[in-house]
């Protein structure tokens, strides 16, 4: 896919055992990690926080913070462990984000998101973007998304991944952000139009390859959501529409090939249900899938249950697609 095509990070989601999974379905999708605050990486256990596994290549971490410092000093942790890319997040409208000075917020603060892109960059040769929307609040139009790009392309940042709606800060949960602000892909469109030297990725309600294909007629990139959560089966199929010599294979294939996975994790303490649940929507709209979604949920977190599990859910199907 040559990077066309990239899976949007989400929190307590995205996880290395997502990834995992989600690379097993698209080799060459570029992956996100969920966002990691800079102060947690600056002040913490920055190798618990920053661990993934070699298979997810491409990958990026997507850092949250304000403060130039402390992201400076996360980049240079994250670089020891080899990211593809560094994300800022610059798009999360959630309570919690703002309170640290980060997130959606900072589209009202684009000097202070150029200080940490000069900063961060300065600490590593790891590319570093930024992840926004197209506004926030009263903030609704070209010309403030426009200014915003500006100040941080100015700084020297050339890829933005750019989230499709506005943020509502105050009075809508993340949860209704993502789907109650109206998607406006022609401000996207526009903005790569006044930029045709930045690199532009969008984001938001792509659900379809033929969606895909539209939003790449006019801009460098396109990044999957929940579609990627919901039916991550389609990753696949996307990614064999973007490769037709990619061998597709079907979903029973994806799930034994995971197996090994799920043993190796669980022999390190991590619990079964934690890498299942993202496995979940796998056979979305097949036949058997409410059983399959049913005995894994219904058992994974029983004690001494391990990837037996998993041939038990498609055995339970009756048909394993």
Sequence with gaps: MNKKISIAPMMDWTDRHCRYFMRLLSPSAFLYTEMVTAAAIHHGDAARLLQYNDEEHPIA????????????????????FGYDEININVGCPSDRVQSGQFGACLMAEPATVAECYKAMQGASDIPVTVKTRIGIDDKDSD????????????????KF??????????????KENRVIPPLNYDRVYRLKKYYPEL?????????????????LQQVDGAMIGRQAYQQPYFLAELEQHFNPDWPLPNRREVVEAMLPYVELVMSSGVPLHRVTRHMLGLFAGQPGARAWRRTISDNAHREGVGAELLINALNAMPIAA
């Design 61 to 80: 971490l997507q850092l949250g913070g304000s403060n130039p410092e402390w992201m400076a000093s996360a980049v240079r942790k994250a670089a020891d």
């Design 143 to 158: 010309e403030f998304l426009q200014k915003f790009v500006g100040v941080v392309a100015a700084a020297g940042c050339l």
């Design 161 to 174: 991944i750019v989230h499709a709606r506005i943020a509502i800060l105050d009075g809508l949960s993340p």
């Design 199 to 215: 690199e532009i990725i969008i984001n938001g309600g792509l659900t379809n390859a033929s969606q895909v294909d539209t939003a």
